[in-house]
């Protein structure tokens, strides 16, 4: 326990308030608050301590680790054992996603993450970072763009109309070589 040494040929007759850290405690996170009360002048000094059940420090501020979480210098709400930190924010995997630093809705066990957004991959794709609609088993993507491969085309990242099997891509466009060169 750290010691604070304390000039006993004080004549000042009022309390003195301070607070020290325990580095022993380090992992603890203790806070001692103690209170210097002069028994008589240049005499004697009775020091009251007290201790929190519990404390720890997150960034600046002092937090009760039993219903707080420290998230990045940011003190959070606790939600449970599971509470978990996204960035600053803490979250309830049960129910949330963290994507890329920013929490998100949890749709079922499936639920994935695409850039900084969830989504369900049943009814979802994931293209390039962007959450785009799913068609079906076929569905690609097309740069930031989904596509259903049995209607369309990707030409140099557009989607294009689909002809028939002999489409194919001019740049950008779709053709069909038998009606166009």
């Not at 076929?138 to 689909?162: E, L, M």
Request: charged residues 10%.
């Amino acid at each position: 326990m750290p010691r604070r040494v304390i000039n006993s040929s004080s004549s000042s007759s009022s309390p003195t308030m301070w607070s020290s850290f325990n580095p022993a405690a380090a992992g603890r996170h203790r806070r001692l608050s103690c209170l210097l009360l002069p028994a008589a002048v240049l005499v004697l000094t009775f020091t009251f301590c007290t201790r929190p059940a519990t404390a720890a420090i997150c960034g600046t501020s002092s937090y009760d680790p039993s219903s707080k979480i420290c998230c990045s210098g940011s003190v959070q709400p606790w939600y449970n054992i599971n509470t978990q930190c996204c960035g600053t924010t803490s979250y309830d995997p049960a129910t949330k996603i963290c994507c890329s630093g920013s929490v998100q809705p949890w749709y079922n066990i499936n639920t994935k993450c695409c850039g900084a957004t969830s989504y369900d991959p049943a009814t979802k794709i994931c293209c390039s970072g962007s959450v785009q609609p799913w068609y079906n088993i076929n569905t690609k993507c097309c740069g930031a763009t989904s596509y259903d491969p049995a209607t369309k085309i990707c030409c140099s990242g557009s989607v294009q109309p689909w002809y028939n099997i002999n489409t194919k891509c001019c740049g950008t466009t779709s053709y069909d070589p038998a009606t166009k060169e």
